[in-house]
């Protein structure tokens, strides 16, 4: 979970993967504002989440949803299939002109290819300004543009990626530390390392991490 703050906005997006599990939706912030990506609307529903707004093309989404959540007062924001934006990214739009924190849920399973782009929309940097962590069922993957404080048990294992480009990094924390250096994209130096506190800090100093922390 991000870092607490009670001022803070949070805005769960609901995407079309995987069905979040009831874990998942027992976490999830009381007060935060829902906004489904397409298919993720009926796994909104059907998790009993009020849903502020669905947004997307509306081609795999059920039309018995469409119907609950237009009576129920959901907003829906409809956007052409021929598109060069996917429906997550879409939300994700839509998430950070609201929020100061957003989680994503229902962004793992299905294709390969879907999963990948999935993580590397999260990471993109244009949403710098905003937190944003994803719950995959059996992960957990947290975008970090600058500084961030993970909530894990010592030994849990951590897995860091530079995204896009090399990343500048100091840890604290982690029993293999880098101390403001380079990450690059394109090797396995960051895969599995481990918590030594239940605090760790991640400081990006330049480029963006995905911090990767596989569920037991």
């Given at each position: 979970m991000p870092e607490s703050d009670s001022t803070a906005v949070t805005v769960v997006v609901v995407a079309g993967g995987d069905p979040p599990t009831p874990q998942e939706i027992a976490r999830l912030p009381a007060d935060a504002v829902v906004v489904a990506a397409d298919a993720g609307l009926d796994h909104a529903l059907a998790a009993g989440l009020k849903v502020a707004v669905a947004v997307g093309d509306m081609d795999s989404v059920s039309p018995e949803s469409l119907t609950t959540a237009e009576q129920s007062g959901t907003r829906i924001e409809r956007h052409p299939p021929d598109k060069d934006q996917t429906d997550l990214e879409l939300a994700l739009d839509l998430a950070t002109r609201l929020a100061d924190q957003i989680i994503v849920i229902g962004a793992g399973g299905g294709r390969l290819d879907h999963l990948f782009g999935n993580l590397t929309v999260l990471s993109s940097p244009k949403w710098s300004g905003v937190q944003i962590e994803a719950w995959l069922n059996n992960a957990q993957a947290i975008v970090v543009h600058?500084?961030?404080?993970?909530?894990?048990?010592p030994g849990?294992?951590?897995?860091?990626?530079?995204?896009?480009?090399?990343?500048?990094?100091?840890?604290t924390g982690l029993t293999w530390p880098l101390a403001d250096e380079l990450l690059?994209?394109?090797t396995s130096r960051g895969v599995s390392n481990k918590a030594t506190t239940a605090s760790p800090e991640l400081s990006v100093h330049e480029g963006v991490v995905l911090a990767v922390v596989p569920h037991p």
């Amino acid at each position: 979970m991000p870092e607490s703050d009670s001022t803070a906005v949070t805005v769960v997006v609901v995407a079309g993967g995987d069905p979040p599990t009831p874990q998942e939706i027992a976490r999830l912030p009381a007060d935060a504002v829902v906004v489904a990506a397409d298919a993720g609307l009926d796994h909104a529903l059907a998790a009993g989440l009020k849903v502020a707004v669905a947004v997307g093309d509306m081609d795999s989404v059920s039309p018995e949803s469409l119907t609950t959540a237009e009576q129920s007062g959901t907003r829906i924001e409809r956007h052409p299939p021929d598109k060069d934006q996917t429906d997550l990214e879409l939300a994700l739009d839509l998430a950070t002109r609201l929020a100061d924190q957003i989680i994503v849920i229902g962004a793992g399973g299905g294709r390969l290819d879907h999963l990948f782009g999935n993580l590397t929309v999260l990471s993109s940097p244009k949403w710098s300004g905003v937190q944003i962590e994803a719950w995959l069922n059996n992960a957990q993957a947290i975008v970090v543009h600058r500084h961030r404080v993970l909530d894990v048990e010592p030994g849990a294992t951590v897995s860091l990626f530079a995204v896009g480009r090399p990343a500048r990094v100091t840890t604290t924390g982690l029993t293999w530390p880098l101390a403001d250096e380079l990450l690059d994209p394109l090797t396995s130096r960051g895969v599995s390392n481990k918590a030594t506190t239940a605090s760790p800090e991640l400081s990006v100093h330049e480029g963006v991490v995905l911090a990767v922390v596989p569920h037991p």
